[in-house]
């Protein structure tokens, strides 16, 4: 497997300081070579019926897959090939692409625009999916880059439509730098099902209700 990986189109070290886009283009040739670009570009692992959640390779998937990751390693820097034990081929590419890739400026833009002009739906009670898009899209910008936490939470936290100003009157009492996402989250999930119980509960006396004076107004 080692004679593989030496055996391969001559590829530049990357240590995080290059060009990652004209270096990750030589990698793909390299991979490509041995035929086993897929294993970095795809998760090969599958499952079983009894365990589909286990997902692992076959035999031949496990020795190409380790053949790609040999080949990637093989053209990093010695510092850079250590966070990368026991990792799968899919997981190395995909890690190195969200730590050195440069975004699209055009797509760049548009998911920005949309993270700064993003709303809760006026009347949206639940809140969960809203939060969920809202996390995505930071996702989709790396938000880190451009981006405090404080100013992602606190840009979420002015979203909030009416139905959660009890949410974001909680949260203005703390420092904007003590915000934390999954906890204005978790609170408005917490809202939202007091929401559903109160609807329930209302619905149930409303029932009761109308059987109630239904009863009463029956001829004897």
């Not at 809202?134 to 451009?146: A, E, G, R």
Request: with cysteine.
């Amino acid at each position: 497997m080692a004679n593989d990986a030496e055996m391969m189109l001559e590829v530049e070290i990357f240590d995080g300081s290059g060009n990652f886009t004209d270096w990750s283009e030589q990698v793909i040739l390299a991979l490509r070579q041995k035929g086993v670009l897929d294993y970095a570009e795809l998760d090969m692992r599958v499952g079983t019926d009894e365990e589909p959640d286990k997902k692992k390779f076959s035999t031949a998937d496990s020795k190409a897959d380790s053949l790609a990751v040999a080949i990637i390693l093989r053209c990093l820097s010695k510092s850079h090939r250590k966070r990368f034990i026991c990792s799968t081929a899919f997981e190395v590419w995909a890690e190195l692409h969200k730590l050195y890739s440069v975004p699209n400026t055009e797509d760049l833009v548009s998911n920005i625009l949309e993270l700064f002009s993003f709303r809760m739906d006026p009347d949206d009670k639940e809140g969960h999916a809203s939060a969920v898009q809202y996390s995505n899209l930071l996702d989709k910008i790396d938000f880190s880059m451009f981006l405090s936490s404080a100013m992602a939470n606190l840009m979420y936290l002015a979203s909030l439509n009416k139905h959660h100003d009890l949410v974001r009157l909680e949260f203005a009492k703390k420092k904007p730098n003590k915000l934390v996402f999954d906890e204005i989250f978790n609170a408005v999930c917490a809202l939202s099902d007091a929401h559903k119980k109160q609807c329930a509960y209302d619905e149930k006396i409303g029932v009761s209700s109308f059987g109630s004076a239904a009863r009463a107004q029956r001829p004897t």
